[in-house]
């Protein structure tokens, strides 16, 4: 960073955008909206830049970051681009969802990117903004959540000063995100087999059924199993307090995040629509961190669809 105190932001518009390149070029940080959530973004092919994210989030070294592309022909340049990525990444890029791939011996990636693993993970974001973004500079981006490591991820611009403030050069703030959890990440091996590292928006299961006619396998991960992808760390999405799951109402003491039927300070969808849920976890779950009460209640959410993903990251808030 460049000795700021404060973090300048600025409207994600054509001149925003065109000062945020400038601040990637020389090496700084930026967070920008993508479809899922805020991302700290800064070039991926220099040591020092990766670095600052790492400085910035406080992330541990051994957590790879996701890098983000214009599309297949670019990150054709740092993975071995197996056929099943080709696809799959015709069917859903540029959109949420994350390979993760065997890396070529001369990728130009700062080695932290990777965090020494034999893999890239590599996005293809749809968000206009990010787009725009990628359209403008000739190297791709890391971009991690940005936040804090460990803590509530960012969907908004707020929510992104509220830890990373002074710690960062620029935010480009676009208004809430949409679909509010992290991508799917999605590890391709060359024999073609698939594993899911971290759920998200993007249903491997009704992909399996389309290309392969039989249900994804899914494979349990091995308890204390090596991290090979962003969002694998036991304890994350942290509010700073006590997390109580499947509440079906509030305790004393407990700001109560509600859905469907079970009303709350905070609902994350009165009707019960698992898409409005996922765009609205993080931001009960910031406003439960900041509220008087000092513990959280989680109402049920289904386990299916997205409603996986949303409780995925509730677990781990609650760890």
């Known amino acids: 960073m460049s000795g700021k105190n404060v973090t300048e932001v600025r409207l994600a518009d054509v001149a925003g955008i065109a000062a945020a390149a400038r601040i990637l070029e020389s090496g700084g940080l930026v967070a920008v909206p993508t479809e899922t959530v805020y991302g700290l973004a800064a070039r991926a092919d220099s040591a020092e830049a990766v670095a600052r994210i790492y400085a910035a989030k406080g992330r541990p070294d051994f957590n ?3 890098v983000h592309v214009r599309g297949v022909e670019q990150a054709e340049r740092y993975v071995d681009w197996l056929p099943d990525a080709e696809l799959l990444a015709e069917l ?3 959109g949420p969802l994350t390979f993760v791939l065997p890396r070529k011996d001369h990728a130009d990636l700062a080695e932290a990117v990777t965090a020494g693993l034999p893999t890239v993970a590599l996005r293809a974001p749809a968000h206009p903004v990010m787009r725009a973004l990628l359209e403008r500079i000739d190297f791709p981006l890391a971009a991690p959540s940005a936040n804090r490591s460990g803590f509530i991820s960012p969907t908004t611009a707020e929510h992104v000063l509220a830890s990373l403030d002074g710690r960062i050069d620029m ?5 809430p995100t949409e679909a ?7 590890a391709i091996g060359r024999d073609g087999t698939w594993r899911e590292l971290r759920p998200g928006p993007v249903d491997l299961d009704a992909l399996h059924r389309h290309y392969r006619d039989t249900p994804y396998p899914r494979q349990a991960e091995a308890a204390g199993s090596r991290i090979e992808a962003p969002g694998q760390l036991a304890s994350h999405y942290a509010p700073g307090k006590p997390v109580r799951l499947d509440a079906l109402d509030a305790e004393p003491g407990e700001f109560l995040i509600g859905f469907g039927p079970v009303e709350g300070d905070c609902t994350l969808s009165a009707g019960g629509v698992l898409s409005e849920a996922a765009s609205r976890l993080y931001a009960c779950l910031h406003e439960a961190a900041r509220a008087p009460q000092p513990r959280i209640a989680v109402a049920p959410v289904p386990e299916h669809g997205v409603g996986r993903a949303i409780n995925d990251r509730l677990r781990r808030a609650a760890a």
């Open 64 to 66: 790879p970051l996701i």
């Open 92 to 94: 859903v890029w540029p």
């Open 171 to 175: 935010v480009l703030d676009a208004g």
């Open 180 to 186: 509010g959890v992290e991508s799917t990440i999605l």
